[in-house]
């Protein structure tokens, strides 16, 4: 149901100074439309795609507007439930479990049941009086289920996997970093996407890299992380993300270091923590200067 966007294209709309007729004008009628901007009609996602075309605007960007300029509800959930996470909030992740299988238990969809085990899993991370010591594995597992009964992975798969994927094994992040690659390549132009999936494939490569002190132990995933590398490089990190373009180097550096080519690690290496220098973002180039005496 659309009738409760009317409002919001109305607003829009009167903000960029266009009329009602010249909005409908080629794609619908202006009766049509304003009953549609005073919340007595629906309209097709094909109608509304075409009006917002003519607004010289995208669907995300509406949606942005419409949820008063704030992230949708699932990007909102799931920026709450890192948040909470991050700040160790046992408090907010019971808070934000409960309403989530509350949702589950009325409307009986799985996906809320599925955001319930992933803040399950956050809890049981940070609540140290948590008692049930078998939910991680058990959860863990209800989720990759899931994950790769998926045909298409969009936002949704690729948040929801990003959240749990460094409590996996190694040969499930393996086997799952591939299907995320794969399963969502048709959404690769989609920012939104892009970014998750990016961020999916960065955490995988420092999930096999391993702990820093490990970096001195044999290291067996050599041909799985050029092939994570590789799918970097496919999917193009834009030029004007030289935040994830210095990271990116910073990880190749540190393959280089692991696999035993210490020379040409610890140079990439500096040539990042430099370029951050460059850039007077000294905080991030300390830590990765940090990270650097970890590993050597």
């Known amino acids: 149901m659309m009738v409760e966007y009317g409002k919001t294209l109305r607003m829009i709309r009167k903000q960029k100074g266009i009329t009602l007729k010249r909005l409908a004008d080629g794609v619908c ?29 995208n669907f995300d960007e509406f949606l942005y507007i419409h949820h008063d300029y704030q992230p ?27 309403g989530q299988i509350k949702k589950w238990r009325q409307y009986g969809v799985e996906t809320y049941h ?34 790769f009964r998926v045909e298409v992975w969009g936002y949704y798969e690729l948040t929801l996997y990003n959240g749990t994927l460094l409590l996996l094994h190694p040969d499930m992040v393996i086997m799952l970093s591939r299907t995320a690659y794969e399963k ?8 939104k996407v892009h970014d998750a999936i990016t961020s999916v494939l960065f955490n995988t490569i420092i999930y096999l890299l391993g702990p820093v002190n490990q970096f001195h132990e044999a290291f067996s995933y050599q041909k799985e992380m050029s092939e994570f590398l590789s799918y970097l490089e496919i999917i193009t ?6 935040t ?21 690690g610890i140079a990439k290496i500096k040539q990042a923590i430099q370029l951050l220098h460059d850039l007077n973002s000294t905080k991030m180039a300390n830590n990765i200067e940090q990270y650097l005496q970890l590993i050597i």
């Not at 990190?237 to 030289?242: A, D, K, R, T």
């Not at 990880?251 to 020379?263: P, Q, V």
């Open 29 to 57: 009628s202006v009766s049509f439309l304003s009953k549609f901007e005073r919340g007595d009609s629906d309209i097709t996602l094909g109608l509304m795609t075409r009006l917002l075309e003519k607004l010289m605007m």
């Open 72 to 98: 949708d509800n699932l990007e909102q959930f799931f920026k709450t439930a890192s948040t909470a996470y991050l700040n160790r909030d046992v408090k907010q992740l019971k808070q934000l479990k409960s």
């Open 114 to 147: 599925y955001n319930a085990l992933l803040i399950e899993v956050y809890e049981s991370i940070v609540d140290k009086d948590y008692r049930n010591d078998d939910v991680q594995e058990k959860d863990i597992q209800l989720l990759s289920e899931y994950l």
């Open 184 to 191: 969502s390549a048709r959404f690769k132009d989609y920012n």
């Open 237 to 242: 990190i834009p030029e004007s993300n030289l």
């Open 244 to 264: 994830e373009r210095v990271h990116l180097l910073q990880l190749k550096g540190a393959l280089d270091i692991r696999i035993g080519n210490k020379d040409e």
